[in-house]
């Protein structure tokens, strides 16, 4: 059994309902992939690197699972396309207001290096908007590569873009 880190972000509202509802019922989904599944609280960070474009809303969910990397990967980008988001390859399209964005952040302590999968999320640790959810439900994690602690890599983190939302029930 894994413990396995995602998290789940959102800034463009679909049909139905508002990028932290989005974050919510996505988080519903990705906790069915494993057990002990544990939410952090919803942050907001800006968007970038179109500071003009919504404000993302994120968390991190930590759950313990018995699938390998890349089936959680395949699952994650289901749960993905389940709330009409399509990866595009266009380059220009990367930081593209989204949906639903989903990473794989880590998997145990398994470093990879494919095509599709990087583990640990190469970007993770210079992220406040997932270094602060990640303390917060996980503060001693360790990341495999660097050896720190998410709450010392999020003590590191500048967090002026990155606030928490209150909880609305």
């Given at each position: 059994?894994?413990?396995?880190?995602i998290?789940?972000?959102?800034?463009?509202?679909?049909a139905k309902?508002s990028?932290?509802?989005?974050?919510?019922?996505a988080?519903?989904?990705?906790?069915?992939?494993?057990?002990?599944?544990k939410l952090?609280s919803?942050?907001?960070?800006?968007?970038w690197p179109?500071?003009?474009?919504?404000?993302y809303?994120n968390?991190?969910?930590?759950?313990?699972?018995?699938?390998?990397?890349?089936?959680?990967l395949?699952?994650?980008?289901?749960i993905?396309?389940?709330?009409?988001?399509?990866?595009s390859?266009?380059?220009?399209?990367r930081?593209a207001?989204?949906?639903?964005?989903?990473d794989?952040l880590a998997?145990g302590?398994?470093?990879m290096?494919?095509?599709?999968?990087?583990?640990?999320?190469?970007?993770?640790?210079?992220?406040?908007?997932?270094?602060?959810?990640l303390?917060?439900?996980?503060?001693?994690?360790r990341h495999?590569v660097?050896g720190?602690?998410?709450?010392?890599?999020?003590?590191?983190?500048?967090?002026?873009?990155?606030?928490?939302?209150p909880?609305?029930g």
């Amino acid at each position: 059994m894994a413990v396995t880190l995602i998290s789940l972000g959102s800034n463009k509202r679909n049909a139905k309902a508002s990028p932290a509802k989005i974050v919510m019922l996505a988080a519903n989904s990705v906790a069915s992939l494993g057990k002990n599944a544990k939410l952090s609280s919803l942050y907001r960070s800006d968007a970038w690197p179109d500071p003009i474009a919504p404000a993302y809303v994120n968390a991190v969910m930590r759950l313990e699972t018995d699938f390998a990397a890349e089936e959680i990967l395949s699952a994650i980008l289901a749960i993905e396309a389940g709330f009409s988001r399509i990866r595009s390859t266009d380059p220009a399209k990367r930081y593209a207001p989204r949906t639903l964005d989903l990473d794989l952040l880590a998997h145990g302590d398994v470093r990879m290096e494919t095509s599709a999968l990087s583990l640990p999320h190469p970007r993770m640790a210079g992220r406040g908007f997932v270094l602060l959810p990640l303390a917060e439900i996980a503060p001693d994690w360790r990341h495999p590569v660097k050896g720190e602690t998410a709450s010392e890599m999020a003590a590191a983190c500048d967090p002026s873009s990155v606030a928490r939302l209150p909880f609305t029930g």
